[in-house]
């Protein structure tokens, strides 16, 4: 089942003709971990548990492995990751605080081995 399409962070997403766009498979998985894990818990009003919160860690004294432990954790709600697969989380940090992240996992519609990456 196509599902809209938005871009965590924007607006909905829109297509070639203007209208709202769709997306489904692994390219619906991708947005909903983003969603996930920038979501702070307790902004979704029907499930206070649901997200990561990792906007919050910006500016705040965190380790590289915090991260990854949040995000690892995270993965294991994800309906569209295939738990029957290995989750790869690395998180690296520079001297002035930014953290890359690079997950890679396996895509529970797809079948298919999905990176994402992100910095904080």
Excluded: K
């Amino acid at each position: 089942m196509a599902v809209l399409s938005h871009t965590f962070g924007s607006d909905l997403d829109l297509d070639a003709s203007g209208s709202l766009a769709v997306v489904d498979g692994a390219t619906e998985s991708q947005q909903s971990i983003m969603r996930r894990l920038f979501t702070n818990p307790g902004a979704y009003l029907w499930h206070l548990d649901y997200g990561a919160g990792l906007p919050q860690a910006v500016g705040r004294s965190i380790t590289a492995a915090e991260i990854q432990g949040v995000v690892s954790a995270q993965m294991l709600e994800e309906d569209g990751v295939d738990q029957s697969q290995p989750v790869s989380t690395s998180v690296t940090g520079d001297a002035i605080g930014n953290y890359d992240c690079t997950i890679t996992y396996t895509d529970a519609a797809t079948g298919t081995v999905q990176p994402l990456s992100f910095t904080l």
